[in-house]
């Protein structure tokens, strides 16, 4: 099994929540390049649990320390290694999903395929706590590529039902700036209070909402990426799958698309300044798995957090009978909000893979 | 770049639409699997043109040839490699595309990528008829999993709005063998005079329209996949967006995730006859990337056609200035239809890749 | 299982000797670069069987067609692909040896693998006749080089012990012009008489010698390949420990660094014209995994051909017993000779990724 | 770039000599299988600094740490991570040699690569360091394959010329036990004098010498490794190749083929016991690409260590002049001796892969 993806840039990311540690991998940085610690550590504050009153309140450190690949906050070249500390473990709060799985999680999973080996306190190996060393490497990725004149920046377009606007056809940086500075990110911020009603509610009620995550990149060349299963959306959507929670990913118009008609999908090309642009942007900035240099846009659909304090059913494997189970802790009731940055993460280090 | 996909089974997909021929050559196929030639065929003719008349009407006979790896209808374990020749090219009607690109289609970025040298005649190495060899191979995984009681259906959820009934939580297989056997594939057989008519009536604007297409995998033993990125969702999302035309992936409940509270997503544990089950199956037959033993359920989105022979705003490459252009000849106007047995294709590949 | 290699460029090759047709998948040529046929075709007839009176005297027309990735002689940038068909199988030749393995061969491995579906006729997917489309791919990866600056020559060092000169340690093109124009290629040309008659006497008496390739490549920029497991050396040993016959690799000073101190081993540096070079080239042209864009050396041993007439023991599987088989048909007395293109070709796919 | 092997067992070595720390991830180990600490340390120490008064007495704890995938001795089926910290870097010793490349040595390449960032400090990511953590996880390997019946040991089959006695056709296991325990391991124990003599007055000279390890593997099932490129000879050279000073790999053999005649070495097979084996085996247990159930035997040249005290020609980058260099410090006169577990844990680790 490989907790990897990427092909001239590859990252493997361990660890086990409730073990000694967890950690990224990256062969293939490009060597040369420095790592603004301020900022990186800011990006990776944003999917911190405790950000806001709507994330979970478990306390984790999570700062990364550098074991190799980089050296006076300069990328080597070599493979790059990061390790967080597991220092927080509260293993009792999950003690017994051994054996009556959690619905919704990979517990059950889990134990089929590692015959009850897997160490899953915790979520073990499948928690969102694997996506702290995920962000480590994807917000170097993202001051790589802002040097390269790309752009990274994601909102939440929906919440339980109630949407944000979409990027428009053509995003300026400034926008891109004030959503990276968001612990909860909306184009319009208008939205917040509903939104975030929402989820204090069904918080409240022991519960969890879904959301949707709108995440665009631009400054992009034209001609990036490969046909057929090599293309943009197809290593894009295989790493965010990776993300847990993640039910769907779909590029420009996305599902839309099924009851929309060619006239009115198709792009129209047009010149402006002397540059071949598309007037709108249903395509997503891809055509035929190959970037055209419009802004590339990706969607990714984050299903409610399936830990929540009201009573499921599950079974209890070991008596094979039907029991009851609340799991209780602290829980993001909506794990969208901290999956934000790191669709950013995942987007960026598919985009250096494909410019190596 | 590499139009490729899988790991222990290797797919490989070439061709263009107007060379000699297009074909596949398969890393992996077991030793020792007869096919059925005339099921084989029979499961190609479902994607050929002309299936219908809601499909284009271009005749190709679209008969692989076997050049290797098997022999006396055996797989005998070495590289399967088929072909299939190109005779129906009718070039003229692509003139001039690679100066004014089609809207939506791979024109432009193929020209940027490959510096003007691209063979785009037909839509080259980006045409939808390089699905036909995709199918060969899927169509022998088909029946290879079949005997390992693994089935394999799917069906026209929604076409242009109008959407078919979903697959029950617990599908049987008499549905499967139905469906396999539609050409226009619904659970409920009424709407389709709705969807043909909405089609009909695109076709007639010299338009076209979008669709949806849920498929689903029976008898599937639960621990199949590996976490993160390289979990079930991972390997289908990267091998179905290589299908073209294909701008979302979901799974289970996919999208509508995104308006759902947990209580109501959480899939609840059962057990039924000794065995353990899940009552719904929002997850779509996977946890944490890794199968369950529920159903497998994978929504993709196919936009409307590209090509339409209403008037469209393009621009002239070389002389920078824009201008009009219709796709005339014989496209399908909704090309979710005959994509039914390439997404099917798709799924068996990859879950015998799993399998192997 | 998979006949291919490469990442940025891979290559798959597929065909039995004696099914319908064999070929190769190229994903990744760089488009726009032309192909002259004539002198691929010649490079491809240096590995032809009956080239000179001392290799196999089967006719092989082995003219590749080319089903897609080029046009009007100019790579597409679309997958590569060429077929080359069987037509001068005689089967009979080979009949029995799936019950009677041949010594050395693949027979028994094969039918142990894939429970006796291989076919292995011919040799099947294991024999010699695999590496014309290794050649068919190489030799336009070798005209590609050339464009570069990159040259690739090899030559018979060492054929049944008697050894050719060495490569000089800063080889001119001149020497590369004249070893590419030989079937039986030579730095001292004079050793060719003593080596064939040796080759001569073997056939004579049914039997058959080992040979040794040195291969050197001139023009490579310094910084290619990476460290540990995907250095040049890893690479290139891979790929042509694919090719049939080959019992070890080596690189520089290869196994004769057993016997040496560190203070002759190692290569001093010097600085030649402004640039960097070192005086002796033990490494080969690699250190730690990467080009120092010293003349790039590396040696195959190429074991004697395992077809031979003389009776030779093996076992009958099917009784389970002792018994004598003798190898007849037109065999290469030694598989070297036309190995040598077959190396040239490897060494020139795999810098061609290297550069991808 | 990629310091990573393996298909289903993906390893990936990460670190530099002088940075915080080494490590390895493996993805794909066996969940449930348990690991002896004991006898890993054990394994761990014969590849040591300071294991013996011939090789390096620079001190390393090398204790590795386990981050994941392991939970109370038992592996989880998560990512394996092990890291080991740096204590004992004496970046003095190596001052100096970014700007005058120590020859033979990847100072150079590394620079050239890197464009002068890379860390070189004792080595980097390719100091002889690194090994440590591979033979951690291949420490690892070995024990479960030991469980399988599966068996692997290597000695000093030559050093500086001076040759042991090579495997057997059909070793035992006390041998395979007796090897183990051997830090310096021969098969005829009364060679070690005289090599360690020759070894001794190399040190004293300020010199070092080669070395050549013979690594087998018996109990191997009959069927592994694949034709052409992904064949048992393919794997294993990649990866050995990957390991610092490696110069030539061969196979059964090797490259004494190249003097033999096919009668002498075309393996006849035989029936022993009901079951069919080979008489000779010069195969190297691999025919094909496949193994056939004999030993596999593989060679691996170690060329005589690059650092020596002896003053050597370089160059001053610069300067661009000429000048010389004396590489002090404690470093092994052949590196050979501390290779041996190294070529043994590669080796388990792909073979760990076949069977995966």
Known sequence: ?????????RVSVFGESH???????????????????DRLLYFMSRRA??????????????LPEFLSGIRDGVLTGSPFAAVIRNTNQRSGDYKGFEDTPRPSHADYTAAVKWNGAADMRG???????????????????????ARRGIRIAAHLANIGGIADEPFPVFPD??????????????????KAPLMQQLIQQAADEGDSVGGEIECAAIGLP????????????SLLSAALFGIPGVKGVSFGSGFDCVSMRGSEHNDPFVVVNGKVQTE??????????????MPLIVHAAMKPTASIA???????????????????GRHDPCIAIRAVPVVEAVMALVLLDLLS
Chains 1, 2, 3, 4 share one sequence.
């Open 280 to 293: 709108t942007n249903n395509s997503g900035g891809i055509q035929g798995g190959i970037t055209n240099g």
């Open 173 to 190: 940086v400034d926008l891109f700036d004030e959503l990276n500075a968001m612990m909860f990110p909306l184009i319009d911020a208008q």
């Open 310 to 328: 009201q009573p499921q059913r599950t079974v209890s494997l070991s008596r094979m009978e039907e029991t009851k189970i609340s799991v209780h």
């Open 123 to 145: 979520g073990g190996h499948f928690s969102g706590r694997l996506t702290a060393p995920l962000c480590a490497a994807g917000g170097i990725a993202i001051q790589i590529l």
């Open 49 to 62: 649990p405790g950000s806001s009153k709507l994330t979970t309140q478990r306390k984790e450190a999570d």
């Open 1 to 9: 099994m490989s907790s990897e993806f990427g092909k001239n840039l």
């Open 222 to 233: 034209a001609g990036l990426g490969d046909p057929m299963f090599e293309g943009v959306e």
């Open 19 to 37: 073990g000694n540690g967890i950690g990224v991998v990256v062969n293939g940085f490009p060597a040369g390049e420095s790592v603004d610690m």
